[in-house]
């Protein structure tokens, strides 16, 4: 990776030999946490844990409330929450119909540099479900935003059900 240097590296154990990866600095996350304290949930009696509990409509235990985003989990990205907040505001408005919240094909997206992302399953994912799959393959050195952004290195890796264009999920 680019960038990452150091003179004394660090120690791994990888299938019982010690490796040793230089670095300059570490990142730790270890989570984030829902502040679910001072809203009224509490009175309200609304079902909390680590987070709001909703089901797949994005309803909490109160038909009428619903939840989105880091508060409602399961996963913390700003995507994810646009893509709850849509759910929840069709389902919110447009009873009786309602729509379960499809997170298959939600893209995760890590900033760091260089950009780490995905969408849909992954090679091992695919193969420890037995799901077969197709791979293509597309170099970064070709978009035209990453030629002008001055950084078309990389790669993005797509893998879909054989023979469709569709993205596995």
């Not at 760091?112 to 193969?127: D, H, I, Q, T």
């Not at 393959?137 to 290195?153: F, N, Q, R, S």
Request: hydrophobic share 40%; aromatic share 10%; charged share 25%.
């Amino acid at each position: 990776m680019r960038g990452w240097r150091s003179e004394e590296g660090a120690g791994r154990r990888d299938e019982g030999q010690e490796k040793h990866i230089p670095f300059d600095a570490i990142l730790v996350a270890v989570g984030r946490s829902a502040n679910l304290t001072g809203y009224g949930l509490e009175e309200l009696g609304v079902t909390t844990g680590r987070t709001v509990e909703v089901n797949g409509y994005l309803q909490t235990n109160f038909p009428n409330i619903y939840a989105a985003g880091d508060v409602a989990g399961p996963y913390q990205f700003t995507h994810t929450a646009a893509h709850q907040a849509w759910y929840a505001a069709v389902n919110g408005l447009f009873d009786p119909q309602k729509f379960k919240a499809d997170y298959r094909v939600i893209p995760w997206a890590t900033f760091v540099e260089p950009e780490v992302g995905r969408v849909g399953l992954s090679e091992l994912e695919a193969k420890e479900k037995d799901i077969a799959y197709e791979v293509t393959g597309y170099g970064m050195d070709d978009p035209d935003c990453a030629i002008a952004d001055g950084d078309a290195e990389g790669w993005v890796k797509v893998l879909t059900v054989p023979g469709k264009d569709r993205i596995l999920a």
